[in-house]
């Protein structure tokens, strides 16, 4: 079971500094989602973070910085998916390191590139947004892995998103869930690295009972 840690869309106090401990504590998969960010702020945030880190950053934007930096992929998001000129731009990082994000399970179905992960949601009632209820079935990662595999088809990693918190990441890997990403629960806590270390400390008990 996987835990990904996006980050948040607005700087939070010590933001680096916890984005480093993250690192420190196990993270293997942070999620730069910046909308406001230029290139040139997104260059100085990653140079803030310690360089033997960089391979474990996704991109969720600014993609230009993946080759300078050497990170660990990129994410498109509806629009960046639907975007020729950014496909082009990006068609030279192999599929297993690129993600992106859906709202429904056949879009997983219809999909014809392979992605090494895919997120989806919201599986539950987001965190950090009031208005963005769960409105994703659970049982869906399942019957779309089932619906995949009887087709002789690729599935990707599904990644659960939205109203994660440590509580359901038991619940995700019960659903059949491959990870679980966390947003609002971790920078919304008093204490990122103390939420994340619990939130690792489950995902990797379960990843025990499957082995």
């Not at 539950?124 to 208005?131: A, E, L, P």
């Not at 079935?137 to 009887?150: F, H, I, N, R, S």
């Not at 359901?168 to 609002?184: N, P, Q, R, S, T």
Request: hydrophobic letters at 40%; one cysteine or more.
């Amino acid at each position: 079971m996987e835990i990904i840690v996006i980050t948040p869309e607005n700087d939070v106090r010590k933001e680096i500094q916890h984005v480093n401990d993250l690192f420190k504590n196990g993270l293997q998969r942070l999620h730069v989602r910046k909308p406001g960010f230029s290139a040139e702020k997104a260059r100085r945030y990653i140079q803030a973070i310690d360089p033997k880190y960089h391979s474990r950053i996704i991109l969720a934007g600014n993609f230009e910085l993946y080759k300078e930096f050497g990170l660990g992929g990129i994410h498109l998001n509806t629009d960046s998916r639907r975007s020729e000129t950014i496909r082009q731009k990006v068609a030279y990082i192999p599929p297993a390191l690129v993600s992106t994000s859906y709202h429904a399970w056949q879009k997983i179905v219809d999909n014809d590139f392979q992605y090494g992960s895919v997120f989806i949601s919201p599986v539950f009632d987001s965190v950090s947004k009031k208005d963005y209820k769960a409105s994703i079935d659970p049982y869906g990662a399942m019957k779309t892995k089932q619906k995949l595999a009887e087709r002789n088809q690729y599935c990707p990693a599904i990644i659960g998103l939205g109203g994660v918190g440590i509580k359901e990441i038991e619940a995700l890997h019960e659903y059949g869930f491959d990870g679980a990403a966390l947003l609002g629960t971790i920078w919304m806590s008093g204490n990122p690295v103390a939420t994340f270390v619990k939130a690792i400390t489950i995902a990797r008990s379960l990843q025990g009972q499957d082995a």
